[in-house]
């Protein structure tokens, strides 16, 4: 508290990020990152592009990257908006999208904890929903008049994904009531299915994207949104209001060249994928509850023993995971998925700790 903060501040109820560890080496399973390096020609074309012409500012209509995008989604360029990562396009699109006088927007109970954020910051009233009792979302309890829904698809920090056409479902129960869907694909591309295909289908279906995981660019700060022409100028309109040039020439030069080596980034995330399914297995195979994830990570309960101690015994180890306190899932870990020889180290942790 300091007595130059407005209301506003005073107010506020700021994200927690996940620990980013300076002063020692972990195995670090608890911010998602990739565990692969960055597509080779990304850091050429950013090694190319760090010269004397940093002394202009950048695109601001971000030309190249959006062109990209929309050629590897077969969507026009006035349907692409970019950002200083994913988190930034959402807290625009919160501000372009939702009202403070409209019915509360809604989201699940247990979800990506950044939403909660943005409605502060903005003063959007919201309503969460509970997930049902296996942690899965149930489309038919967001069916009521609201101010519009985020959601993840696959959800965070569970991992469990939604078919398109339940969500397809959202969007056409907002059309109704001129609401917008805010769909956060973060993770999709470890196993879960896009909505990118149906923008055109509906007006109000805002997909929200991120180089950070799929594209191993958590260092470079990109995210993206696909929609309708108006969606985007919406989000244009608020960040035009707030900061013009928003992604520098450094990572409009590497995101560029990340969107189009496609077959780079299919290789690594298949390695992922087949990590993710590896390791579940073992866990399962000790006991561990292990919800079934389309996604990066794995959402992970111990048996007998406490979330909070799990985390605790593993750091004591020199490995970081994720552990929420909250009601529900308190004695869950959210486990990023890591290289074989990462995650091997990490099995053997669990095998000790829960005495396996
Ligand atoms: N959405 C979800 C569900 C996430 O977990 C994250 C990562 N914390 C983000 C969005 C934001 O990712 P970034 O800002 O790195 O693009």
């Not at 707030?242 to 390695?271: M, P, Q, V, W």
């Not at 590896?278 to 406490?306: D, H, M, Y």
């Amino acid at each position: 508290m300091c007595k130059y903060w407005n209301d506003r501040t005073q107010n506020l109820a700021p994200y927690i990020p996940g620990e980013q560890p300076r002063d020692r080496r972990f195995i670090k399973l608890n911010t998602n990152e990739n565990p692969y390096p960055p597509s080779p020609r990304v850091i050429e074309a950013i090694k190319e592009a760090a010269g004397i012409e940093l002394r202009l500012y950048p695109d601001p209509a971000c030309t190249s990257l959006r062109a990209a995008i929309a050629e590897r989604y077969g969507v026009k360029p006035e349907q692409v908006f970019v950002g200083n990562g994913s988190d930034e396009v959402l807290g625009f699109a919160f501000g372009a999208f939702f009202a403070d006088h409209d019915p509360p927007i809604l989201f699940p109970d247990i979800t990506y904890s950044f939403y909660s954020v943005y409605a502060g910051l903005w003063g959007i009233p919201y309503r969460t929903i509970p997930l049902a009792d296996d942690f899965s979302i149930t489309v038919s309890d967001y069916v009521f008049p609201s101010g519009g829904i985020a959601i993840p698809n696959p959800n965070a920090p569970t991992g469990i994904p939604l078919a398109v056409n339940e969500v397809l479902s959202l969007a056409k129960c907002l059309e109704k009531q001129n609401k917008v869907l805010i769909l956060d694909e973060a993770y999709i591309e470890f196993g879960g299915d896009s909505a990118i295909r149906h923008i055109d289908d509906y007006e109000n279906l805002l997909v929200v994207r991120t180089l950070s995981k799929s594209a191993s660019l958590a260092g470079l700060r990109v995210g993206y949104a696909v929609g309708s022409e108006n969606l985007i100028e919406g989000l244009c309109r608020i960040r035009d209001s707030f900061n013009s040039y928003t992604l520098d020439r450094l990572a409009l030069a590497g995101a560029t060249a990340a969107i189009r080596d496609a077959d780079y980034y299919a290789e690594i995330n298949n390695k992922v994928i087949a990590t993710r399914k590896r390791v579940s297995q073992i866990l399962a195979e000790l006991g561990f509850t292990v919800l079934p994830s389309a996604a990066n990570f794995v959402f992970i309960k111990a048996p007998n023993i406490s979330g909070a101690d799990v985390s605790s015994e593993l750091r004591g180890r020199g490995i970081l995971v994720r552990h929420f306190d909250k009601a529900r899932i308190a004695d869950f870990l959210r486990v990023s998925i890591g290289t074989d020889e990462e995650m091997d180290t990490f099995l053997s942790a669990c095998r000790t700790i829960t005495g396996n």
